[in-house]
Every structure is written in C-alpha cells, then in structure tokens.
C-alpha cells in the first residue's frame, strides 16, 4: 500500500508563473490536508478537503491561492502568480473516510517550491 | 482557540545524553495531542499520541505525558542516539473537528 504521494519533490518557478502542486492520498484516504512550511515558522494549515468539497479553507491566502480534490486523480494545490515570499515546502496528509478524531495523519514527502 | 508552543531550538545534544522538548497547548475542548518526527528530505511520521489526560504515549524510547493541569505534553527519552536527530513537532487535534494543529517544530542534532 503505497504512502501519500507528492509530486514533483522540487518545483522551481519565476514570479508571476503558476504553480501546481499534486497528492495522491493513500489509497482508501478520502480526506486531504495541505499544509505549507515556511523556515523558522513551523507547519501551518491551508486546507481540508473531500472528495469534490472544500471543507476548511480557513488558512489559505484569499488571492492565488487554490484548491482542489477532484472524484478521479489526484488532489492539486495551484498558486497563481507566485512570489518570492510563496517559497516553501508544502506538505500534503491524508486520512481514511471514517477516521476516528484521534486517528493520525499520514503524511507525504513534500514539495519544495522555490520562486527565483 | 487552539494553538501549540513548543521550546525553540535548535538543540544539540550528546549521544546518551537525556531528551526533554517542551510543548504547551491551549485548547477549547478536549483534545488529543500527538509528536510527530520529521527525518531530513522526509515528510512529519506519527512518534506517539495521548488522547485523554494522564495517558502517557511512548515509541522507540521516547515519551510524553498528557498532563492536563499544566496544559502540557512534553517529550521525552533517556537516551538519544545519532539517529533521532530530526525535527520533533508537538500537535493537538480537538476531538470535534478535523483539524491538526501543530507547533514550530523543534530541531534536535545528536553529535557522536
């Protein structure tokens, strides 16, 4: 049983380019998190979804910032016009349909974005 | 709200040396907290949980006690070795959401 999936592992963009992050959650896992990683800050929350809804998307930045959890493939996190400042590794987790809510998540590798 | 506050580092220790990172947290309910481990180039892996007050979780030689009356959760190992060097990450999940909260993280480096 594979473990999450994050692909690409590096991302290198210029400013005002897009960027588009996957995550295959593991299999049986309908709930995805993203999480982003900034140097000296620590993992904070960007969102939660399900299969096809956005459930808490209370910490993703209100402009460029998006994403998605289609029924078919994977779960994509897109930055529009990125900058400087969206430098970071950016962690996706996924969790079964029926977790328990002290049930782990589990968590893929990461993609480190660097915007030049 | 919820929130997680870990002791800063980075912390270097001696092998053999004894282990102690802190870990606060406030919370609105009644949560369960977690350590999470994250090995160089690797994504955060599951260390230990407690879900309830005065349980104690433990792996690989590491604990930490669910301590209620100070809010705390601090983690702890008697002996550590080169290899538990990694960045350690205390996180609360309240037992009526979905969401995790997690701490600054917590470097450890383990010399020879």
């Known amino acids: 049983n594979a473990g999450v999936m994050q692909n690409p592992r590096h991302l290198v963009r210029r400013r005002g380019q897009e960027a588009r992050l996957r995550c295959s959650p593991m299999?049986?896992?309908?709930?995805v998190y993203w999480y982003r990683q900034l140097p000296e800050e620590g993992l904070k929350f960007m969102v939660y979804?399900?299969?096809?809804?956005?459930?808490?998307e209370s910490g993703m930045p209100k402009e460029r910032f998006s994403a998605e959890f289609p029924k078919e493939g994977p779960s994509i996190l897109r930055i529009q016009q990125v900058v400087r400042g969206d430098s970071a590794a950016y962690f996706c987790?996924?969790?079964?349909?029926?977790?328990?809510?002290?049930?782990?998540?589990?968590f893929g590798s990461g993609t480190q974005l660097s915007v030049l | 709200g919820n929130s997680v506050t870990q002791m800063e580092g980075p912390v270097t220790l001696s092998e053999e040396a004894f282990l102690t990172i802190n870990c606060t947290y406030t919370?609105?309910?009644?949560?369960?907290l977690f350590w999470y481990v994250q090995y160089p180039g690797e994504g955060l892996q599951l260390l230990l949980k407690?879900?309830?007050?005065?349980d104690k979780g433990s792996n690989k030689g590491f604990e930490a006690t669910y301590r209620k009356e100070t809010t705390s959760f601090h983690l702890e190992k008697g002996s550590v070795q080169v290899s538990d060097s990694a960045v350690y990450f205390c996180?609360?999940?309240?037992?009526?959401?979905?969401?995790?909260?997690f701490g600054t993280g917590t470097s450890l480096t383990v010399i020879p």
């Open positions: 996180a609360l999940s309240e037992n009526t959401g979905n969401q995790f909260y």
């Open positions: 987790a996924s969790s079964p349909l029926d977790r328990a809510v002290n049930e782990k998540l589990f």
């Open positions: 979804l399900q299969k096809e809804n956005i459930i808490d």
């Open positions: 299999k049986g896992h309908s709930h």
């Open positions: 919370a609105t309910g009644y949560p369960s």
């Open positions: 407690a879900t309830k007050a005065d």
